[in-house]
């Protein structure tokens, strides 16, 4: 069993930054995908971020790229999410996944919630205009 808290999220101004924290327990294995999904009201699911975990390879999706950073503290066995130059399209809550299956994804593949077999609770994150 894998277990993900996310915290960090909350309110900013457009143009403010968050970092959101995913503390990740559990058996996971040596590898595995981390993402950072999010869902506004009445929207689909949306891949944000990813990271291969012990290869560091990261994916982002293009909304995104450039504004937000997935990076990993092995000591605190967190991964987080910073998120710069934030607009209101960014509100919605975000969820943290893990994925202890699947051995090789691609970056597509990696930002398609499908497959990660673990989810955080989520947490909610709201940039007003």
């Known amino acids: 069993q894998v277990q993900l808290v996310e915290s960090g999220g909350g309110s900013v101004q457009a143009g403010g930054s968050l970092k959101l924290a995913c503390s990740v327990s559990g058996q996971t294995g040596s590898k595995y995908y981390l993402g950072w999904f999010r869902q506004a009201p009445g929207k689909e699911r949306e891949g944000v971020a990813s990271?291969?975990?012990?290869?560091?390879?990261?994916y982002y999706a293009d909304s995104v790229k450039g504004r937000f950073t997935i990076s990993q503290d092995n000591s605190k066995n967190t991964i987080y999410l910073q998120m710069n130059s934030l607009e209101p399209e960014d509100t919605a809550m975000y969820y943290c996944?893990?994925?202890?299956?699947?051995?090789?994804?691609?970056?597509?593949?990696?930002?398609?919630?499908?497959?990660?077999?673990?989810w955080g609770q989520g947490i909610q994150v709201t940039v007003s205009s």
């Open positions: 990271m291969w975990i012990g290869v560091g390879s990261t």
């Open positions: 996944a893990a994925d202890t299956l699947t051995p090789v994804m691609t970056g597509s593949q990696a930002l398609r919630g499908h497959l990660y077999n673990y």
